[in-house]
């Protein structure tokens, strides 16, 4: 009689495990849009972010979903181009009925996307270097650092060392203009010297005439707001000079692409970065460690490779969605666009995310490291 009680017992429980699983399987999934570059100059940054936002969702639906519903991402590929990734933003709002866009990608291409999704009244939650102000674009979350956090934290360590005497070298073109306009700001605050400034075409084969006026001044640190393989020329043209001063490049860097293309070179080289590219090295008291040590583990278990930055901050522009649509309990854009604002103490990738509705980004500064190369891997700069 109790073997048969017991029997009956668990068979109650098995069907019950399956009716909440079938219940699950056959909810109305919550449609998200991605837009990534997975072609053209901004590639590199995409296929990273599509890898972070897959895990993120595939993570979340094994957990059970938000709200009792799973994710289901639905991704374009925007080739780098900011026409396309309007035609592509227009799909996915009218054709596929997201209920809000993600993604990563240049600012050129951000933008349009962003105004996109306010003229629709649809939260827009992006990763990438555009500028967002709240009380113009009320749907526009970026769960990036700020740039300027991406220009003070090396600052700062330069600061701390007393190296206060800075050059700049920038790139022709919008990233070069916004970091010497950050990098002026922060070394006045700092009151770090800036002894010169050079500009170069990210097309010129040459840039050893700028390096070598430079050079001359004796600055104690370079610093070149650029990215790829504008970057890795600097690097490489220094080496050149015997110029072994550190450098200072941009957040835009932090991937295992460039360290293969600069790893081997006698240089000094410093980056802004997430703390994830650097996860291990992270003190046990740092409340990021064990969640990020754990979603670098998952990471490599799919990938095969660390967790690199971008494919990071990818995740988290998931997960503050998530987060937003589990505070709404609906998928109505109006009230999760406000409970995104409430998004309090979550811990991501990039920071502990704590939103409001006048920091649509929700981290601070001490969420930043300062990272250089080592035996050639990243490694913390201390």
Not at 158 to 168: G, P, Y
Request: proline share 7%.
């Amino acid at each position: 009689m109790k073997k048969g009680v017991v029997v009956f017992s668990v068979l109650l429980v098995c069907l019950a495990l399956t009716y909440s699983y079938n219940v699950y399987a056959a909810a109305e999934p919550y449609k998200v849009g991605c837009l990534v570059p997975l072609t053209g100059y901004s590639s590199w940054v995409g296929v990273l972010a599509k890898e972070g936002a897959e895990l993120q969702v595939d993570l979340i639906n094994k957990a059970g979903g938000v709200n009792g519903r799973p994710l289901q991402l639905i991704l374009y590929d925007t080739q780098s181009k900011p026409e396309e990734a309007i035609r592509a933003a227009q799909r996915l709002l009218t054709r596929d009925g997201v209920i809000a866009m993600t993604g990563s990608d240049s600012v050129p291409i951000m933008a349009p996307v962003f105004a996109l999704a306010n003229q629709k009244k649809i939260p827009a939650v992006l990763s990438g270097g555009y500028p967002v102000d709240p009380k113009k674009e009320p749907y526009s979350f970026n769960v990036s650092h700020p740039s300027e956090f991406a220009v003070a934290v090396p600052f700062h360590y330069f600061k701390k060392k007393n190296m206060t005497k800075i050059a700049f070298l920038m790139p022709i073109g919008s990233l070069g203009e916004l970091g010497t306009k950050l990098g002026h700001k922060v070394a006045g605050e700092l009151g770090i010297r800036i002894l010169g400034e050079e500009k170069f075409e990210p097309t010129s084969p040459d840039i050893t005439p700028q390096l070598a006026k430079l050079k001359a001044l004796d600055p104690a640190v370079m610093f070149s707001f650029s990215t790829g393989e504008h970057a890795a020329m600097v690097v490489k043209s220094m080496a050149q000079l015997n110029m072994t001063m550190p450098v200072q490049l941009s957040h835009g860097n932090a991937t295992k692409g460039f360290l293969k293309m600069v790893s081997n070179l006698p240089a000094f080289i410093v980056l802004p970065s997430g703390k994830i590219s650097v996860v291990d090295e992270l003190s046990d008291a740092d409340p990021m460690k064990k969640p990020l040590q754990n979603f670098n583990k998952q990471y490599i278990e799919r990938y095969k490779e660390p967790c690199s930055y971008y494919a990071g901050q990818a995740a988290d522009f998931i997960s503050v969605l998530a987060e937003g649509l589990k505070l709404a309990g609906t998928s109505d854009p109006v009230k999760v666009r406000d409970s995104i604002e409430r998004v309090k103490g979550l811990i991501g990738n990039n920071g502990i995310f704590n939103m409001s509705p006048d920091d649509h980004y929700g981290l601070k500064m001490e969420d930043m490291v300062s990272i250089t190369i080592k035996d050639g891997k990243w490694a913390l700069l201390k």
